[in-house]
């Protein structure tokens, strides 16, 4: 891609798991148009769901009326991912570590929680603000060096 | 949820007929594990060959069935998972679980390694 070009993705869907799907399908695409691998683009689509499932569960609660936007940006070198919502603010903190250890006992196997550990390990860099009561979500990722 | 289950001795395949495996039918998938273990079933194999995207519920859910199996027949219960593609597979080593769970390329691998050597 050229320093000149930009692309640019929008999509408003309500607050579902089910159309989730669609905003999962449409950054897949979109990453593998920007050149990632099956695999990134996986991984970048995967992240992206997971974010929009942390809204449909805590910001938004299952409120099917309410809607969420995502926003993904491709500058020359990244690709900026923003993720608003108007739900409540999300009080969490990055994990910075698997929270799977193998060497562990099967019974201490974690069955949730890995979504936030799955976005920063995937994404370059995630930052969340709040802003006139909207919740925003900012992840970038790099693009593969060609 | 599409799933296909078919014996082979004691051990249940159960072929995943879906292209996506996430939030939305987890929860089908746990229901299926219900049915297969009150019907006696512990030893299952699971294949996802026609699986294209996994997302962290479905993973939680597949390691929820992992532990469902061990504790229901110790010593004989185990879930092993085959056909898995480089996607699904980068999800496991990202959250390490390629390290806990049994992983063959194709269901005659993983049904003769629970079978053991006759």
């Not at chain 2, 395949?13 to 929860?27: G, K, Q, S």
Request: net charge negative; glycine share 4%; aromatic share 8%.
């Amino acid at each position: 891609m050229s320093s000149q070009e930009t692309h640019y993705l929008h999509l408003m869907i309500p607050s579902n798991k089910e159309d989730s799907r669609l905003i999962g399908r449409a950054v897949y695409s979109f990453c593998l148009h920007l050149g990632f691998d099956e695999i990134q683009s996986y991984q970048i689509e995967l992240a992206t769901v997971e974010v929009t499932h942390n809204i449909v569960d805590h910001a938004y609660s299952n409120c099917p009326d309410c809607t969420l936007e995502l926003h993904a940006q491709a500058l020359a070198d990244r690709i900026i991912f923003t993720i608003i919502d108007t739900g409540l603010p999300a009080d969490f903190v990055l994990p910075c570590s698997c929270p799977i250890d193998p060497d562990d006992t099967i019974d201490s196997l974690p069955e949730s929680s890995m979504g936030l550990y799955i976005i920063t390990s995937v994404m370059d860099s995630v930052e969340y603000e709040v802003y006139e009561k909207s919740n925003i979500l900012t992840m970038v990722k790099y693009l593969p060096e060609s | 949820m599409k799933i296909q289950t078919e014996k082979t001795g004691t051990i249940l395949v159960a072929v995943i007929l879906e292209e996506r495996f996430d939030a939305t039918c987890a929860p089908d998938y746990i229901v299926a594990v219900k049915e297969w273990i009150e019907n006696g079933n512990v030893q299952i194999i699971l294949d996802l060959g026609h699986v294209d995207f996994i997302d962290s519920t479905a993973l939680g859910a597949i390691i929820k069935s992992f532990k469902w199996f061990r504790q229901a027949e110790v010593g004989t219960g185990e879930l092993a998972l085959c056909q898995i593609n480089n996607k699904i597979m980068s999800l496991l080593k990202l959250t390490r679980m390629d390290r806990v769970f049994p992983i063959f390329s194709n269901c005659q691998e993983a049904v003769a390694a629970m079978t053991g050597p006759e």
